[in-house]
């Protein structure tokens, strides 16, 4: 393998008017986008194959993703920025999105094709992409091209329900789309969207169940996470977080440390994750884990840079 393989995010970009306390502020975001952002921060070969605006808006989002070292593979559009008006209240932020006609939405098969680089080792998406529209049929068919391909397919349901008009056309998709995934990272609540009737642990073997993911990681928040990698089970409890702010991002820092770090320890193939043991599965959640913490530690969806996550792990042992 590549000493540092191609990974390829696509999925939503977006600026987050984000209200804490009564103040106002604008924020660049999107969950694949921040899991491009946070690869890039922990050096990784990341390509973001969703358009950006050319707004002004637009030039605030691709100079975020170029900072941290984000290839810009989709290009610019001229297409309105997507916005979503988020409230924090005791630190967990609610939604309410505006996309219609948007820049991020502007993507075809055939488009995101043309953006992912030959020799691409992993494609990751999920999120507001899949909600609905044609736009989501793209990303669905992009994702089984991959896996056919033999590419490492990773997804993040992210479930927005609020948003969501057709929920069980929603569900329909992620369960076919969980079908061709190599990893599988949902939250509790995610969880609980696309199985709504089912206590957790039902719910989570029914999705074992349908998955073909060979790595199926559900975290809990401040519980921590479960890992499951063929007949082993991991559970890690969360580390603390000094002076919690908020939780944005956490989640996509959590799923791009997943990758990086399997990438880091050339795992970051199907072949490959079929040999990961219990050891090793336990330290990727560790340090995924680590990441979020420190995510949460600032306002919005700040990751931790390589040296920063590095110090971290050390400096627990």
């Not at 609980?192 to 993911?213: F, I, K, Y």
């Amino acid at each position: 393998m590549s000493a540092s393989p191609v990974i390829c995010v696509g999925g939503e970009n977006l600026i987050d008017h984000v209200t804490r306390d009564g103040e106002v502020s604008a924020l660049a975001g999107g969950s694949p986008f921040n899991v491009a952002m946070a690869l890039g921060r922990q050096q990784a070969d990341v390509r973001y194959l969703t358009p950006i605006s050319t707004d002004t808006w637009g030039d605030t989002l691709a100079a975020t993703l170029l900072a941290s070292g984000v290839k810009l593979a989709g290009g610019r559009v001229d297409a309105p920025t997507t916005i979503a008006r988020v409230t924090v209240t005791n630190g967990i932020p609610s939604y309410v999105f505006e996309r219609d006609g948007t820049a991020e939405r502007s993507v075809t098969a055939a488009s995101l094709a043309a953006a992912m680089p030959a020799g691409t080792t992993a494609l990751h998406t999920g999120s507001l992409a899949l909600t609905d529209g044609a736009d989501a049929e793209a990303w669905e068919e992009t994702c089984k091209t991959a896996y056919a391909s033999g590419t490492l397919v990773s997804l993040d349901p992210n479930v927005r329900l609020s948003v969501i008009t057709d929920i069980d056309t929603y569900r329909a998709r992620i369960f076919r789309m969980i079908k061709a995934a190599h990893v599988l990272k949902l939250s509790d609540e995610d969880l609980e969207g696309l199985c709504p009737d089912m206590p957790q642990d039902a719910a989570l073997a029914h999705v074992r169940s349908q998955t073909s993911a060979s790595l199926l990681v559900m975290t809990k928040g401040p519980d921590g996470a479960i890992a499951m990698r063929g007949d082993n089970t991991v559970n890690i409890p969360a580390p603390p977080v000094p002076g919690l702010v908020d939780t944005v991002g956490a989640g996509d820092t959590f799923m791009a440390t997943l990758l990086a770090g399997l990438a880091r320890t050339d795992a970051l193939a199907p072949s490959a994750l079929d040999g990961l043991d219990a050891a090793q599965v336990e330290a990727l959640i560790r340090r995924a884990g680590m990441a979020a913490a420190i995510n949460c530690s600032r306002a919005g969806c700040n990751p931790p840079t390589l040296s920063e996550l590095d110090a971290a792990m050390a400096a627990v042992g």
